[in-house]
């Protein structure tokens, strides 16, 4: 045997013990870099022609509808639209990305939101496409399934955070929750608890923005209280609102003797709530504002209740925001993912 071929075996033969020796499961999911860009921001891909066009405002008027429960006017979403050619390798790896195609010599409209693509850039990524031969069909079908669309996004950019959340929660706040309360929720290390009265426990997180040249107080808190469930009447709207607010005065004071958390009522301003499953447990979510009765303070607010059967009992957690100089939609979905953490 030649000494060439004796080189060419060898190698052979160690490249498939060598390979043989590595095969955990690795694949090239794992050498692409993590998906960027904060949740709720949504990159559309549409070519510049269009953006004016019938299709554009849909997109717009959707994706960047305001949100009903907020102090001032905010977009659903963060929307970037770009052209074909400006959609670099910078984009590509944001976690979410809509792509529309428009080719007259496309004869139907074809679209995967049902079944949307994954990690094609990024880790942890979601693509949706829709693809048409002109502007009309292809807004029509858009707008016919936006209502799901919608929702999808708005539970991906959560379902981002609570990883981010698992990954990194707060260890002794899991564990005074799960001592007083036996329940658990996933909330960041920055997170502290300001009052724990066994039947509710107060938490708040303080952040500092600049703006104007100065620096400004960003408040988020998280209230987390229970109380016996007595029948269905428990879950319409006023009395959640009447037991909220019951609650709130009794434990959630401000820094001025006489003051304390209630919700705004107003017509202009009333709560809304939707019923829904999450876990497979029934539950009440209320959006609305809040407001500290006899000062200026206030800003929105996310109350999800939920039956704990085995305990006979409602387990709330509401999560609120004071950011008078800031949008707070982001600060939002953040409480938002902490809240739906919930386990118990």
């Not at 794992?30 to 709720?40: I, M, R, S, V, Y």
């Not at 209740?305 to 006979?312: A, F, G, I, R, T």
Request: proline share 3%.
């Amino acid at each position: 045997m030649s000494s060439m071929i004796k080189i060419i075996m060898i190698t052979l033969v160690t490249s498939f013990i060598y390979s043989s020796c590595i095969d955990d499961g690795f694949t090239k999911l794992d050498l692409k870099e993590k998906a960027t860009g904060e949740p709720g921001k949504i990159i559309v891909v549409l070519d510049k022609e269009y953006w004016d066009t019938n299709l554009g405002k849909a997109i717009r008027e959707t994706l960047e509808k305001p949100i009903e429960t907020l102090p001032q006017e905010e977009p659903l979403f963060n929307v970037l639209m770009v052209d074909n050619s400006s959609f670099n390798q910078g984009l590509k790896t944001n976690h979410t990305i809509l792509i529309f195609e428009l080719s007259k010599s496309k004869k139907s409209v074809s679209l995967n939101f049902n079944n949307p693509r994954k990690d094609i850039w990024a880790k942890g990524q979601t693509i949706y496409k829709i693809s048409g031969g002109n502007t009309t069909e292809v807004s029509e079908q858009y707008l016919s399934y936006a209502s799901s669309l919608i929702n999808q996004l708005s539970s991906s950019a959560i379902s981002v955070l609570k990883e981010e959340y698992k990954k990194g929660a707060n260890k002794s706040i899991k564990e005074e929750l799960e001592i007083t309360m036996n329940l658990s929720l996933n909330v960041p290390n920055s997170m502290t608890i300001s009052e724990n009265f066994n039947e509710l426990i107060w938490m708040q997180q303080i952040r500092s923005k600049r703006s104007g040249g100065l620096d400004h107080e960003i408040q988020q808190g998280l209230i987390v209280y229970t109380y016996p469930f007595l029948d269905d009447s428990t879950f319409t709207l006023a009395y959640q609102l009447n037991k909220r607010d019951s609650i709130l005065k009794k434990y959630i004071h401000g820094q001025e003797e006489g003051t304390y958390m209630t919700t705004e009522r107003t017509k202009e301003y009333a709560p809304q709530y939707i019923e829904k499953k999450h876990n497979d447990n029934y539950v009440f979510e209320t959006k609305g504002l809040w407001k500290m009765q006899n000062s200026l303070m206030g800003g929105p607010f996310i109350s999800v209740s939920q039956l704990d059967e085995k305990n006979n009992r409602i387990i709330t957690v509401e999560g609120y925001i004071f950011a008078p100089k800031f949008q707070k939609q982001l600060y939002l979905r953040e409480l938002e993912a902490m809240i739906y953490s919930l386990e118990f």
